[in-house]
């Protein structure tokens, strides 16, 4: 058991670990996105935005503070996203955080329409350089 435990523990350093090698050259071009999420005029906090770059490739995340805020990671210690046309979603929850909510039997609850995750109508285009994007959605 003691075992298991270990090599589990193991698993997770290396992991997080290997998620930080790489060399810069092994990235594609970023700029960097900060912003501020509004509902109803009013600034969103603690909530997920993601940009899906259209053409593929990885999905940059972030998360706002309590005015509302947010910058974009597209890896641990890099930040930005791809640059070029982006599906943009915001919702309540991460996927791990619903699915730890489901084992746990907790509803879960999106405060955010569907028009802005699951059938998110947001696009964003990231250019070279700092990108501001801010984001207006509305309750209904």
Known sequence: MKSCRSRRLFCIVATCLC??????GDRPELGTVTGTVYMDDEPLPNVWVMFNPTGG???SLGRTDEEGEYELMYLEGAEGANLGSHQVVIMTYHEDEIEEMKLNN???KEIIPSKYNTKTTLNADVKEGSNTIDFKLEST
């Open 57 to 59: 490739g990885r999905t």
């Open 106 to 108: 907790e509803p879960v």
């Open 19 to 24: 998620l930080g090698c790489g060399s810069r």
